[in-house]
Structure formats: C-alpha cells, structure tokens
C-alpha cells in the first residue's frame, strides 16, 4: 500500500493509549493563505498555513502547521491543526479507504466528525511523561461520520452495530498503514468513543488496535 509521508527513521518507543482531553488548545495565529484554499502541496488538502506553534511543554510545538477544513471533498467538522506529513495521511485515509468503504450508503460520506487535533500535553492515563502526539501536530481524533443524508454513524454507538459497525471496522483496519499508531474500541476504554490516528513511525511498523 501506498503510505504518505512514510519514512526509513524510526522511532524507538511504543506508542501509548490515550484518553481525549476535555478542553481544546488555542488558534494559534494563520499567516498569508494558500493559492486556492489549498495546503501540504495538495489541491484536495483545503485549509490556512499557520504560523509555527511553539510549545508551552518542553517537547511540544509544530513547524509549518496547518489548519485544515477539507480532505478529498469531505468536510471537517471543525478545522484541525496538524502537520503537513498528518494531513497527507488523512487525505489518503479519507480518498482511498473512508469513502469506498462507506460507498453509497447515506448517499456517501459528507463530514468526519473531529473532536482534538493539536493539543500541547502529556500523554493521558499512563504513567509515560512523553508528549502525546496531539503535542506535536502528528494526531488527530475522530468520534464519526456524517453522510450526506443528514445521519451520523459515531464509534462510540454503532461499533457492534450492522452496516455501520462493518464501515467503522473497515476504516479502522484501513488505517493501519497510512498512520503510524491506530486505536480504537479494541484498544482499551479509553478510546471506546473514537479513533485516534497519529504518524509517528516505529520499526516494528504501525501499531493497531
């Protein structure tokens, strides 16, 4: 398969489970927009260049961060704040594995519903003092999806739930690969109400559950 932003260097640590914080960072401040609302070099990657993030935390921050509204023609429910190498990963997550495998279902896909992108923190419910991914522009969660009907399918409800608990599994499974770290339901408790999806790169490759 195809990885966007794959690289040879590896990271020698294994990735945490995290729980979603319950408050958002602040909007760090947007520089001159792209030509045609586009970023990372991709026409389908909608969104503002933002001024570099420096962190609060030894650790956090992102260089040439972006805030993104639209992946591949599906909208964010709220902007997110990534790194460019993150917004590939979703652009190609949503083009090649979110739409196809929710099809014509609902009349097809329409939003992904967002809940934390970039968050300068530790990682939560462990006992690690590493920065979390959120902190360093390289994660982001999602809770569901909405189609074009106007109908939400999330996580949280439809997991073990007929054709949309078989599209989440999919999504889930699809994107192992084009991100570093995938959790979900299958993870722990902390994540039975979302995906967490962040491109950190180990040598042992992508680590799912």
């Given at each position: ?8 260097l ?64 599906v ?51 462990t ?24 109908e ?55 680590y799912?559950?």
């Open positions: 398969m195809e990885v966007p932003g794959g690289s040879p590896a990271v020698l640590r294994s990735p945490r489970p995290e729980r979603r914080p319950t408050t958002l960072p602040r909007t760090p401040a947007v520089i001159a927009p792209s030509p045609g609302g586009s970023v990372c070099g991709v026409a389908s990657i909608k969104g503002q260049n933002l001024a570099s993030i420096p962190g609060t935390l030894p650790g956090c921050g992102v260089t040439n961060p972006v805030r993104i509204t639209e992946v591949a023609g909208r964010l429910s709220q902007a997110a704040t990534v790194d460019c190498t993150t917004a590939k990963a979703l652009e190609f997550w949503t083009r090649k594995i979110a739409i196809p495998t929710v099809g014509r279902t609902g009349g097809g896909l329409a939003r992904i519903n967002v809940v934390v992108s970039y968050n300068c923190r530790k990682r939560i419910g006992r690690s003092n590493r920065i979390s991914e959120h902190g360093k522009g390289r994660a982001i969660d999602i809770t569901g999806f909405t189609m074009r009907n106007g939400t399918f999330t996580v949280l409800k439809h997991w073990n739930s007929g054709t949309y608990g078989k599209i989440l599994k999919l999504m889930h499974k699809g994107a192992c690969g084009p991100f570093g770290t995938v959790l979900g339901p299958r993870a722990n408790a902390a994540h039975r109400d979302h995906f967490h999806f962040d491109t950190a790169r180990y040598r042992s490759g992508s799912c559950r």
